[in-house]
């Protein structure tokens, strides 16, 4: 199927519970494009677009199935060779039927899309990439399948924030390719202009999945790691080299950083198995392997980054994996040294190929993928709220804290403060909000130090039902809040339910965190020892959070 590119996009009516085909895109008979679509068949809930503003003028060539018909094997008989062709015109007619040209992309507005986390504006995405803070702005490039709701055809997104809550989507970073399509990486500022494309340019590296398309497996292509290069600050990204050859298997997920004490830069690659391995370079294009170790239970996506101890000077090495498992040691630039067993950061299982950010020196800022399942508004996964770690001494040995960056708190407008007595309610109004709860505090003293939030100023007097609000917004009435105070007698257990979700508290100290919104619930207890993301209903927003078992304070950040 023939198109004259006059257009900014073609368009593809798309439906999750059709056959999946394989599409062939060429110019002038030479490929550029290859990507698995399930096309409707029928009447299309979506439509997925892709950019083809730079072929304005000329005729691309879509083509379904192989592609090329040299490559078609039709067998021995003529009845074979017949249902070819058969399958053949059946797939055309449905590329014609689903396939159309516009100069403006489809827009989701869908009610119940996370507004303080991260999602695609459509299709699937995984691990985030290329996590960069660069004059002024956070990058982030993320694993996207942009023409479906479920794994594959890997691209690189791309977003930027000022604040790490707020993120613009932008045009597609890098495709895949007849290396293979684009697996997971990172960024690097080369300030010494190491790689000769020019100082404060930033390298990218990224696996290419060399067999992982049909492109690449045609031309025996294996996993490599290779660079691609931008001279405008992370907006444009030009594929350049192969850097690391393939050392084993499906080898993958780059991590590169700067090594001050033994002068080198270092990339840590997983290999195959639970094993990974470091490699040293001089000007980050040619890698010598420094070393190879094993460590069980871990896997792909690895991180090695430096941490600092609470309340000392003291720092350790943290390596880090895709399921949040760690350890923690010491690293001389050539070989990590284990100092603990394997520990555990998260409370469950939904977070995923977390990275650090480049470019921040007092700050170690991690980035997780959430692995959700609702894909009802078009797009499926969200990227957990950037998360700050740092290390603390415990009885138990070094563990990682792990708290929001405290630009969240800065995206809040009000908060409001409440007394539990055993027992509190209150429906959410259908805004993400961040919760403290706090059992141990003094009511008194918790009032006097309540923060402004643009203005906002709420206090209580020693009841907590006359609630002072130093604006002229609305203010609580006595009564409105004494029914959220309830006195329910003696309750042994703590209990924190929003909707039919309760939390597992019981084995929290005195405070907690909990952030709410559409289709997920953040907690965070411990003082940060403990991290949990839990999926919850699109329509969480809507529902009431109880607390009841405990005396303290709550505050409640809107």
């Avoid at 270092?266 to 470091?278: C, H, P, R, S, T």
């Avoid at 609630?467 to 203010?475: A, E, H």
């Avoid at 597992?504 to 940060?528: A, W």
Wanted: glycine share 8%.
């Amino acid at each position: 199927m023939r198109f004259d590119i006059s257009k900014k996009y073609i368009l593809f009516a798309v439906d999750k519970n059709c056959e999946e085909r394989k599409l062939h895109f060429y110019i002038d008979d030479n490929k550029f494009m290859e990507f698995d679509i399930r096309l409707a068949e029928g009447e299309a809930k979506y439509y997925f677009p892709m950019d083809v503003s730079d072929y304005f003028g000329r005729v691309i060539d879509i083509r379904v199935g192989c592609g090329n018909s040299e490559s078609v094997n039709f067998g021995d008989g003529e009845e074979t060779a017949e249902k070819v062709d058969i399958e053949a015109d059946a797939d055309e007619k449905v590329l014609k039927a689903s396939v159309g040209l516009s100069d403006e992309k489809p827009r989701l507005d869908y009610k119940y899309r996370p507004r303080l986390h991260f999602t695609a504006e459509m299709g699937w995405i995984n691990d985030p990439n290329g996590l960069i803070y660069k004059d002024g702005l956070f990058h982030m490039y993320y694993q996207w399948n942009p023409y479906g709701i479920d794994w594959g055809n890997m691209h690189w997104g791309h977003a930027v924030s000022k604040n790490l809550i707020d993120w613009e989507c932008l045009d597609t970073a890098l495709t895949p390719d007849d290396y293979g399509t684009v697996y997971s990486g990172c960024a690097f500022s080369d300030d010494k202009n190491a790689a000769g494309f020019g100082a404060g340019s930033i390298i990218y590296f990224y696996t290419a999945s060399g067999g992982r398309n049909e492109w690449s497996a045609s031309k025996g292509r294996k996993h490599v790691q290779r660079i691609a290069v931008s001279n405008d600050n992370g907006y444009t990204l030009r594929k350049k080299c192969t850097v690391v050859e393939h050392i084993a298997d499906e080898n993958r997920d780059p991590k590169v950083f700067w090594h001050e004490e033994s002068k080198a830069y270092i990339m840590i690659l997983y290999l195959e198995g639970n094993d990974f391995v470091i490699l040293r370079s001089d000007d980050l294009i040619h890698w010598k392997e420094s070393c190879k170790f094993t460590a069980d239970k871990m896997w792909e996506c690895p991180d090695l980054f430096k941490l600092k101890v609470e309340g000392s000077d003291e720092t350790k090495w943290v390596f880090w994996s895709a399921d949040g498992y760690y350890m923690i040691g010491e690293f001389d630039g050539y070989t990590f040294k284990k100092e603990s067993n394997m520990l555990f950061a998260y409370g469950s299982k939904l977070g995923y190929a977390a990275q650090t950010f480049a470019g921040i020196d007092d700050r170690c800022i991690s980035v997780a993928w959430l692995r959700t399942e609702n894909d009802k508004g078009g797009f499926r996964g969200m990227m957990a709220i950037p998360m700050e770690m740092s290390l603390k001494r415990t009885e138990k040995g070094y563990r990682i804290n792990i708290k929001p960056v405290r630009e969240l708190w800065d995206r809040f407008k009000t908060v409001r403060e409440f007394k539990i007595i055993e027992r509190f309610e209150e429906k959410l109004n259908d805004k993400p909000v961040a919760i403290v709860v706090d059992w141990n505090d003094k009511p008194q003293e918790l009032a006097e130090n309540t923060e402004d939030v643009e203005g906002t100023r709420v206090g209580m007097d020693e009841n907590y039902c006359n609630m002072r609000n130093t604006t002229d917004s609305k203010r609580d009435s006595i009564d409105e809040c004494c029914s959220k105070i309830k006195n329910s007698g003696t309750v042994t257990t703590k209990k924190i339910r929003i909707g039919d979700i309760g939390l597992d508290i019981n084995e929290s100290d005195h405070k907690m965190v909990i952030i709410i919104d559409n289709g997920i619930i953040t907690y965070i207890s411990n003082d940060g020892e403990r991290y949990t993301e839990i999926e919850a209903p699109e329509d969480i927003l809507s529902k009431n959070l109880s607390i009841e078992g405990m005396e303290g304070i709550i505050r409640i950040y809107e």
